[in-house]
């Protein structure tokens, strides 16, 4: 995926792209939601990330909650279409992002760190963390908001 990112941008510079994100909103057994604190910034927020040129977007979304937690998901359903997200990052790209998150209950494997992920845990959807990403705040108050998914924004 970097050397994508990187040849397109080599391409337009910092110029705006679209770019494609998926994620997942993991419950467990008892309704709680898997959150991990990011080693980028110190937020709590939703597992997920870019998609790869080929890949499926439910195939993104296990990719990377599996790579930011260990988790392995199972069935999942569509929470959420997310769309014309403007994102400029620290080295001036600029993004308008698609964002299509995911809910699944249907997981395996043990909760681990990585190279994105300082911790990782499920958290009641009446507790959550104070720093949450903000980026993802959409997504928490669809979730709270007592409103049937899927989302279209």
């Known amino acids: 995926m970097a050397d994508y990112i990187q040849g ?5 510079g910092n ?3 679209i770019m494609v994100v998926a994620g997942a909103i993991v419950f467990n057994e008892n309704y709680q939601v898997l959150l991990h604190r990011r080693s980028d910034n110190g937020y709590w927020g939703l597992p997920g990330g870019f ?6 977007i439910e195939d993104t979304a296990r990719r990377e909650v599996y790579e930011e ?16 997200i403007e994102k400029v990052f620290g080295n001036g790209d ?13 997981f395996e494997g043990e909760l681990h760190t990585s190279d994105e992920s300082l911790e990782t845990k499920f958290f009641s959807t009446h507790s959550l963390p104070n720093n949450l990403y903000p980026d993802h705040m959409l997504f928490f108050e669809d979730l709270l908001s007592g409103e ?6």
């Open 8 to 12: 397109l941008r080599r391409l337009v």
């Open 15 to 17: 110029t705006k792209v």
């Open 51 to 56: 998609m790869e040129l080929g890949e499926k």
């Open 69 to 84: 937690t260990g988790i392995r998901l199972g069935k999942m359903e569509l929470f959420g279409m997310y769309s014309n």
């Open 94 to 106: 600029q993004t308008s992002l698609v964002q299509i998150i995911f809910t699944c209950n249907d």
């Open 148 to 153: 049937k998914p899927p989302f279209v924004k």
